[in-house]
T-cell receptor, first 113, second 113 residues
Framework: ETGVTQTPRHLVMGMTNKKSLKCEQH?????MYWYKQSAKKPLELMFV???????ENNSVPSRFSPECPNSSHLFLHLHTLQPEDSALYLC????????????FGPGTRLTVL | GESVGLHLPTLSVQEGDNSIINCAYS??????FIWYKQESGKGPQFIID?????DKRQGQRVTVLLNKTVKHLSLQIAATQPGDSAVYFC????????????FGAGTRLFVKA
């Protein structure tokens, strides 16, 4: 639909598990973003990649580790998460980080038990 | 500090009526404002944007108004339809070092048939 896909759509994990979220964009964009969306809170920017280089880490705990192997793919590696990390994790892309219009994926609903 | 907020968490309108969703921002240095729509189970979708050197911009059935004097932004939807039911976010962006986009908390629009 938007050209940005995310897998899995739903994930349940324990606090000791290690999992990864995947995002792929088919729009030829050069910037990719991870956001966290919690109930009753604004979208929180986590990471920004521009031309595969990380340009923003918004004070995200080290239990979240991003990886951007190329401009089309973005991963978020998760380990030893806390229950308060349960949220919808949204990926977005843009032509570059200087473009304001972002295209969002459907998100991964993460539940940490 | 910077903040983007919405006046009302929910708005209920009759089908066919016009909807007005409001937003306040605090960073007078922001030079770009965006409205996003998020339907259930989907990521946010770009609706319309406006630069700070404008006070009005129209799209298809939507109009964004910007009042820089009072740092207020609004989204007007004409002839609201059931398909307009969603959460609407305002966001601000600018040259704050990396062109970060800051999102507001969101307003949920209910359209009554």
């Amino acid at each position: 639909e938007t050209g940005v896909t995310q897998t899995p759509r739903h994930l349940v994990m324990g606090m000791t598990n290690k999992k990864s979220l995947k995002c792929e964009q088919h729009l030829g964009h050069n910037a990719m973003y991870w956001y966290k969306q919690s109930a009753k809170k604004p979208l929180e920017l986590m990471f920004v990649y521009n031309f595969k280089e990380q340009t923003e880490n918004n004070s995200v705990p080290s239990r979240f580790s991003p990886e951007c192997p190329n401009s089309s793919h973005l991963f978020l590696h998760l380990h030893t998460l806390q229950p308060e990390d349960s949220a919808l994790y949204l990926c977005a892309s843009a032509r570059s980080s200087s473009y304001n219009e972002q295209f969002f994926g459907p998100g991964t609903r993460l539940t940490v038990l | 500090g910077e903040s983007v907020g919405l006046h009302l968490p929910t708005l209920s309108v009759q089908e066919g009526d016009n909807s007005i969703i409001n937003c306040a921002y605090s960073n007078s240095a922001s030079d770009y404002f965006i409205w996003y729509k998020q339907e259930s189970g989907k990521g946010p979708q770009f609706i319309i944007d406006i630069r700070s050197n404008m006070d009005k911009r129209q799209g298809q059935r939507v109009t964004v108004l910007l009042n820089k004097t009072v740092k207020h932004l609004s989204l007007q939807i004409a002839a609201t339809q059931p398909g307009d039911s969603a959460v609407y976010f305002c966001a601000e962006s600018g040259n704050t070092g990396g062109f970060k986009t800051i999102f507001g908390a969101g307003t949920r629009l209910f359209v009554k048939a």
